[in-house]
């Protein structure tokens, strides 16, 4: 079965460290890859995506990403956190297959950066 | 770019009920879905159009779960009866195409069965 793996429930960072938030898939196939972040009582916003070419992509508000093929992981990275950084952060899988865009979404990782 | 519209934001109602969501996707975005997200996970697909066809409705529970999108536009999402368990945040989104592009989402229905 295709899933989607976040192992930490939460992530705790200093302001000014780096940040990593971590995303496993298991999925047959090339997957396209994403992060989406959500605050309270807002929807889903789109932070990056890897569908194909250089490993490390870069997103919004200066996060970036590793797919790493070998170890099926993409993990989300920020050189230095922002308490402003704080929320729920979603891993996700799409496996281009026909028409579909399907989502298959981890269960979530919440970050917090403390001043 | 106005995003994704939708409404109500919060619907409380009794168990056996119906209720129906509303969602406007961005203009000209052919693909549009629906999410259920219930508290603590992520969420996950109910139903996906392409302009005003089904392409993928595999997890909506059809015994009670409805969906359209008339004029591959807007899109209502329909429960009747509802249950308990049918409490959660239900999110639509819309992109470009299907494949390769990221999907934008609204803000959501919190829906309360009580």
């Known amino acids: 079965a295709q899933s989607v793996a976040q192992p930490e429930d939460q992530v705790n960072v200093a302001e000014g460290n780096p940040l990593t938030v971590k995303c496993t898939y298991s999925v047959s196939g090339n997957p396209y890859l994403f992060w989406y972040v959500q605050y309270p009582n807002r929807g889903l916003q789109f932070l990056l995506k890897y569908i194909t070419g250089d490993n490390l992509v870069k997103g919004s508000y200066g996060f970036e990403a590793e797919f790493n093929k070998s170890q099926t992981s993409f993990h989300l990275k920020k050189p230095s956190a922002l308490v402003s950084d704080s929320a729920l952060y979603f891993c996700a899988v799409r496996v281009p297959f026909g028409n579909t865009g399907k989502l298959i979404f981890g269960q979530g990782t919440t970050l917090q950066v403390k001043p | 770019e106005a995003g994704v519209a939708q409404s109500p934001r919060y619907k409380i109602i009794e168990k056996r009920q119906s209720v129906a969501f509303w969602c406007n996707p961005i203009s000209g975005h052919a693909t549009l879905y629906w999410y259920q997200q219930i508290l603590g996970q992520g969420p996950k697909l109910l139903i996906q159009?392409?302009?005003?066809?089904?392409?993928?409705d595999s997890q909506l529970p059809k015994d009670r779960f409805s969906a359209e999108r008339l004029k591959g536009v807007d899109s209502t999402l329909k429960i009747q009866p509802a249950k308990l368990e049918d409490s959660a945040v239900y999110l639509c989104?819309?992109?470009?195409?299907?494949?390769?592009?990221?999907?934008?989402f609204g803000q959501g229905t919190r829906l309360t069965v009580v």
């Open positions: 989104a819309s992109s470009k195409r299907a494949r390769d592009t990221e999907a934008f």
């Open positions: 159009f392409q302009n005003n066809g089904v392409v993928d």
